[in-house]
Every structure is written in C-alpha cells, then in structure tokens.
C-alpha cells in the first residue's frame, strides 16, 4: 500500500528539517507533506530543503485545517499523522502499519507515562481518555495523541466533521468508532518538543472539553441525555417526598422536573435516530 506522510507545521523551523530528515531516511520512497499553516519563520524552506513536498495556507488556519488540507493532498493509501516538533520518532510508524496490515482502519500512537509534557496535562488526558472511553464503550488509549496511522479514504468521510483548532485527534477517534472501524492503540514515547507549543491548557483543554461533548452527541446521544434526565427524574421525586411530608402535596416544582425529564430523554430517543441517519452507509 502506497504511504503518505503528513505533517502540519506552524513556525517549526527548529525542529521540521530534522523531523522531515529522519522519515526520509527511514521511508525514502514515501510522499511527506509538510502543511506550512501560516507560518512567519522558515519552516516551509527548511521543509522543502529536507526534501518534504509543502503545501501552504496563506494565513494560519490551525492545526485541523492544515490536517484536512494534509488529507486532502496526499496520494497515499495509508497517510500517517506526525507533529513537526519533534516529538514522534520516525522509527514507530512500521508498528503502527503492522496494525494497519493486519485489518485496522486507524491506529494512534498512544504516548505512555513520563510523555506528557506537564502533570496538568497528563491529568487533563487521562480526564478525556476516561470520558471518551465510557461514551464509545470501548477503551481509549489516548484521545488526544497527533501520531496516527489511517487508511485515507475512511480518514476522508469525516473530513465535515473536523474542527480546525487542535481537536482533530479527538474527533477523528470518535468519528471511527462511531462508524463501526476498528481502532487500535500502540505504545509509543514522545520526547520533548523542540521549541515551544502552541497549545494553551485553559483555553484549548476547555476547547477539548466542549467537543468531546459534542462529538458525543454525534456518536451516542443517549449517553449525554440520559443521566440528565436520570437527574431531573431523580430530583423531582426528592422534592415530591419533601413537599409531600412537610406540606401534603405535590408542587410545580416536581411537576416541572417530570416534564423536563420525560423531555430530555425524548430529546435523546430522537438525537438517536438522528445520529443513525447521518452515519447511514452510502453506496
């Protein structure tokens, strides 16, 4: 199977020679796209120097732009994710295309303990892998890992669905699961980055947040849906047994809470059906 590379890079001109470097000469004859996303340095000459084919964005559109752009140019049956700042050692990728040969659509290099670049971080990873896990029933290594190897035409169905910030790992993951491909998760060590990230753990780790919820409710309404009108049931029969024994009736307050869960979960019932058709198979 044909190989292409991609990296997207926003003023990495530290680190993107040696990165292009190392998969040149371990992969000489696969396609290595270096997505220059605005960058005011000179990554993209440092790149193209390196021998990486550079594709450019006239401005910075963010990392998950220059990941749709970096899909949308590759040639290759197989197009494996990189970060250009160092951090991913070139020699993991024929681990994660053995998983690849032996039937799996996505594998992502999941980071190990003493990766994480700070304690918030990994505490902050470890919080998305757990909620990520119990919304798609299955174990998730590591949501939000950039190294990852898919097969391009199932990588380029949920192209709509991306975001353009630093989400894409995230989404993509949840978007695999949801359409039944199978995904599977290597060990991996990434070593510090060279130079300084880009990433802001209160407004990005916030970001994180927000479209775990919202792929969410694109893969399994229900399990957003439902423990809300768990709750709503659950404190409008607590209210109901207080104004009953105290006061001898049934207030609005109660009525209110019943209604409100017997909507909420309709609401999900339908999100569900919803949710079936835009993931309904197209010939």
């Not at 160092?86 to 994660?96: A, E």
């Not at 949501?143 to 169905?157: H, I, M, P, W």
């Not at 753990?201 to 957003?224: A, Q, V, Y």
């Not at 439902?226 to 609005?252: D, I, K, Q």
Request: net charge positive; aromatic share 10%; hydrophobic share 45%.
């Amino acid at each position: 199977m044909s190989l292409s590379i991609v990296l997207p890079a926003k003023n990495e001109a530290l680190a993107i020679g040696v990165t292009v470097a190392g998969i040149r000469q371990h992969y000489p004859h696969a396609e290595v796209i270096v997505v220059n996303d605005g960058s005011t340095d000179s990554t993209a000459t440092v790149a193209e120097t390196a021998g990486a084919r550079v594709v450019h964005h006239p401005y910075s559109k963010g990392n998950g732009a220059a990941i749709k752009t970096g899909a949308r140019a590759a040639s290759g049956e197989i197009i494996v994710f990189m970060d250009a700042d160092g951090q991913h050692d070139p020699t993991d990728i024929p681990r994660l295309l053995e998983f690849i040969e032996q039937g799996h659509d996505m594998v992502v290099g999941a980071r190990q303990k003493g990766s994480q670049a700070s304690v918030g971080r990994g505490l902050a990873n470890g919080l998305y892998n757990r909620l990520a896990s119990w919304m798609t029933g299955h174990r998730v290594a590591d949501l939000t890992s950039g190294f990852r190897a898919v097969r391009a035409d199932k990588f380029r169905e949920f192209l709509y669905l991306l975001p353009n910030g630093f989400s894409y790992p995230t989404t993509s993951t949840m978007a695999f699961f949801r359409a039944g491909y199978s995904v599977a998760y290597v060990p991996i060590h990434a070593a510090k980055r060279i130079g300084q990230s880009h990433i802001r753990l209160l407004r990005d780790g916030s970001r994180f947040l927000l479209i775990i919820f919202k792929i969410g409710t694109l893969f399994s309404p229900l399990k957003i849906f439902a423990p809300v009108a768990l709750l709503m049931f659950l404190l409008a029969s607590g209210w109901y047994g207080y104004t009953l024994h105290a006061y001898g009736r049934f207030t609005n307050m109660s009525a209110l809470l019943y209604s409100g869960s017997v909507m909420v979960f309709l609401m999900g019932l339908i999100s569900e059906q919803i949710t079936a058709l835009m993931y309904k198979e197209k010939n």
